[in-house]
């Protein structure tokens, strides 16, 4: 009798977007008229850059023909793409990897969501809240938890709470962990560490020998000088953490794929007996075994993105989002609303108005301004009372947005 | 302290290709004048059909401008190729399936790496053997296993040999299995499975409440009329049998990335207390939270291969190996040599002659005729004795080495 994973039952539906859908149909139905604005999505809407572009089609063409076809491809990525993400994103920062030390994949979700397959079951995790639920989801899957408890978190999960109250910075863990994923600049409050708060993580892990799974995949958005680009600006940190990164939001390859992980070799994972195992070497083993590359045509336009001509590009437009951003927090502001984030993310999480709940404003927003954002609650826990907004709209619609908010929001 | 996955300890290095490399290097080293002909490669050769290219040529121009650009994806896939997917590949054989049913992905391989996290540690896997290695090494760092044993065989699992001597029809277990999986049209035998052999395989599922994990890669190279194209043909198979096929093989995407993968309602998993849990939404929930779909691009290529012209342009190609098969397989049979497969696949499966070990005959092929192949020891024990060539090259290359076969190889 074939057993499944019962770890899977433990996971609620995924609720949040279809409870998002199923709101905004109804009041669709009942305001034919109205003419609903989307703030609440964290998909990418500009064009892939056209750097990228005319790299894809030459790519294309390889494959036209025998003598340039491309076949199977190196799991971890061709190293034209690699020497490129090293050359630019690294070492132009002063941070030395080797080849082997970075995979290149089909996206940072795959790989958030893959990573911890070759860590043991019997490890504690934490993770931010509110945070990215794929963390937290995987986690479940592969039996690191208990039940879903009636507070909404997870048994053996330590949750550590982000708040207006706390500046959203993160607590180090007051139990024993072992893992850690930090989302810096964070989905969904938009807030990012500054280096010297980041130090006390690596030294932490350091001094545990735990391992901090870092997703910068917003990394592009980070504007200010004291935000590290990089978890691998921290010394020590080629010990202990394993970085993920993606083209998805700094090229708008959300449908494009492909993203990348660090994994130096001086970080380690333990055997039970304590004995110290590499684990570049198991996750080179894991894709190796289970992941056959990103196709060469994708690479080709990921490699564009270090052009001059791509650099040039995907700063414009991201500096596009960005102003969305600022006219979404400064207009929030100057309704008089509680705004955080949109300075080194493309998100701002906004403290409802008034105790409000999540759904509460959910509600309050489409009805009056007809905007869709996403209620905070369902990034976790402590994400009640807060809502997530996002700056990849047009501008058009963003600016609309704001002025509604400022004249037809009842504060 | 972050512990590791001390499964991955238990598997071994993965030897064969670089094994493989490391004697031809050796060889070409000593003999720098001999002209090497690779036969071993299971890569294809041939370039993307021009269907295929142009509809890849006309999805990059969409991500090119805001109004037709395409972000995040359904991670399942675009209902455009999966409709095309069931009414070519499934109604056009009287088999119905929902959208729902169907998942494009990345490649077999992710998901015959992937499938298994649905599936209870405790469940006690079959496989063919010699087989490839996926299966196996996926079991075993998931925990489905026991040590390796010094006979090459893992405890825990239950290895079906596949030899001439049983014509490479794979026995039912004799003991409890949970899992199984069928490599049919089968790497590296090159043999396939007639319709009454698989009735036995869906009737011992349902009899066992098992599920076979199908995996037919090479569909598209069956000739013989008696062995089914789809396991669906075979009736009551949607109650037990998960179906995964690739773009890989059929239209030269090995560097392209994409397949897909078969999860009918009706198919079961069990929880531990006997309750009956669907495997497609288990399967559903896993790709929507740890993949984010196949490049829009990519899609739109594939769903090209479903055109009059992308299915006349994939025929061919396919022809072309399939004459390549015939070349080498009637060639190694003329030279005295028993050959097997090579009728409804694109490998040979060739006995070394005077019983030498796989790779004894390997250096005696390199070092006689200068042709790389791979050893079948390196498919599981069972495929000690045998030896591996594949169809994938180019004719002339193709006939060049059979020539030399012939000629040259002293028998």
Not at 93 to 98: F, H, Q, S, V
Request: hydrophobic share 40%.
């Amino acid at each position: 009798m074939a057993l499944i994973n019962e770890n899977y039952l433990k996971l609620p539906g995924s609720y949040l977007f279809a409870e998002i859908g199923r709101r905004v149909a109804a009041f669709k139905a009942a305001n034919p008229e109205a003419n609903v604005i989307r703030l609440g999505i964290g998909d990418v809407t500009r064009p892939l850059p056209s750097a990228v572009i005319e790299a894809m089609h030459a790519a294309v063409d390889e494959m036209a023909k025998s003598e340039s076809f491309r076949g199977y491809g190196p799991e971890q990525g061709y190293s034209f793409l690699i020497e490129k993400i090293i050359e630019n994103d690294y070492a132009a920062r002063g941070i030395k990897l080797d080849t082997d030390e970075v995979f290149v994949s089909d996206g940072a979700k795959s790989d958030v969501g893959n990573i911890q397959e070759i860590f043991g079951v019997g490890n504690t995790v934490a993770i931010t809240d509110p945070v990215y639920p794929v963390y937290l989801d995987t986690n479940v899957m592969a039996g690191r938890t208990g039940a879903l408890g009636g507070d909404g978190r997870f048994e053996g999960i330590v949750y550590l709470p982000c708040t207006a109250e706390n500046g959203f910075l993160p607590a180090l863990p007051a139990v024993k962990v072992d893992m850690v994923y930090l989302c810096v600049p964070n989905n969904p409050t938009g807030t990012a560490l500054p280096k010297a708060e980041l130090k006390k993580w690596v030294d932490w892990a350091k001094a545990n020998k735990a391992v901090i799974i870092y997703d910068s995949a917003y990394e592009a958005y980070i504007r200010e000088p004291e935000v590290p680009h990089s978890i691998y600006e921290v010394e020590g940190a080629k010990e202990v953490a394993i970085e993920l990164r993606s083209f998805s939001k700094t090229a708008g390859f959300t449908g494009t794929r492909c993203a990348y992980t660090v994994v130096p070799k001086t970080v380690m994972g333990y055997t039970k007996a304590g004995e110290a195992q590499q684990l570049n070497k198991m996750w080179n083993r894991r894709q190796t075994t289970k992941f056959n590359g990103v196709p060469y045509v994708v690479q080709k336009g990921a490699e564009a993105v270090y052009s001059p001509a791509g650099k040039e590009q995907v700063k414009a437009t991201v500096d596009y989002y960005m102003t969305n951003a600022a006219i979404i927090r400064e207009g929030l502001k100057s309704a008089g609303l509680e705004a955080y984030g949109g300075v080194n993310a493309p998100y701002i999480w906004l403290k409802t108005p008034n105790n409000l709940d999540s759904w509460a404003f959910f509600d309050k927003l489409l009805g009056e301004a007809n905007i869709v954002g996403t209620p905070g609650s369902g990034f976790g826990p402590s994400g009640e009372g807060y809502f997530r907004l996002t700056a990849f709209g047009n501008r058009e619609t963003t600016e609309e947005a704001i002025s509604r908010i400022k004249t037809r929001l009842k504060l």
